[in-house]
Structure formats: structure tokens, C-alpha cells
């Protein structure tokens, strides 16, 4: 069983940055790829960015491109989520998740295992 715990989500103002950290227990977090979704309220989860195992190759969503940057210190079991020049249109629940292949690195089905999510509000 591998859990998940999403941190570091708040308010923050338009133009504003904010990290989000995934820490991975159960298993050792190196053996996955791992995932950021977010979901805004009466939308469906959409996908935000992506990492291989390696943390050598990165995916983003066209709409975060150039604003949020994924890492990984799989020394520390944790995934990053670096978020800067922050909109109101990101404001959602973000999840992190896991996968065994970057095959299909933007559809929620091919991830095993979600954290509970975190807040990011983004006022404008």
C-alpha cells in the first residue's frame, strides 16, 4: 500500500507562487512516476504536471507550461509542485498520484494511488 500526503496549499494573490510537496510512504517513492491533478469545483480533474522515476523527463498541461515546475528528491520520498505567476483560474483541489508508466501521464485512470488533495485559492 503506497499513501500520499499533499502540503502546502493556501490563498495567495494573482501574480503570487506557492510549493506544493507530495510525500510518499508505504513504498519507495523512486519506483514511481508520479502526478499532479487538480480539480476545480464543478469540474471534471484535469492534469497538471508529470515526472518520471528518474525525475529525467517532465510533462506539463499546456495551460501551467511555463508557470509551475515539477521535481522529485526521491532521497526525501517527496514530489514538488513549484507554482509561480498563479492565476484565479488555478484555483482547484491538487491531487498527487501515482503510476507505474508515463505511457499515459495525463489521464487520472492510469494512476494507482491519490493523496487527499490540497486548497490552492488564487484571488485575483
Known amino acids: 500500500q503506497v499513501q500520499l500526503v499533499e502540503s502546502g496549499g493556501g490563498l495567495v494573490q494573482a501574480g503570487g507562487s506557492l510549493r506544493l510537496s507530495c510525500a510518499v510512504s508505504?513504498?519507495?517513492?523512486?519506483?514511481?512516476?508520479m502526478g499532479w491533478f487538480r480539480q476545480a469545483p464543478g469540474k471534471e480533474r484535469e492534469f497538471a504536471a508529470a515526472?518520471?522515476?528518474?525525475?529525467?523527463?517532465?510533462y506539463y498541461a499546456d495551460s501551467v507550461k511555463g508557470r509551475f515546475t515539477i521535481s522529485r528528491d526521491n532521497a526525501k520520498n517527496t514530489v514538488y509542485l513549484q507554482m509561480n505567476s498563479l492565476k484565479p483560474e488555478d484555483t482547484a483541489v491538487y491531487y498527487c498520484?501515482?503510476?507505474?508508466?508515463?505511457?499515459?501521464?495525463?489521464?487520472?485512470?492510469?494512476?494507482?494511488?491519490w493523496g487527499q488533495g490540497t486548497q490552492v485559492t488564487v484571488s485575483s
Open positions: 508505504g513504498r519507495t517513492a523512486s519506483a514511481y512516476s
Open positions: 515526472i518520471s522515476w528518474t525525475g529525467v523527463s517532465t
Open positions: 498520484a501515482t503510476t507505474g508508466s508515463m505511457r499515459y501521464y495525463n489521464q487520472p485512470n492510469a494512476y494507482a494511488y
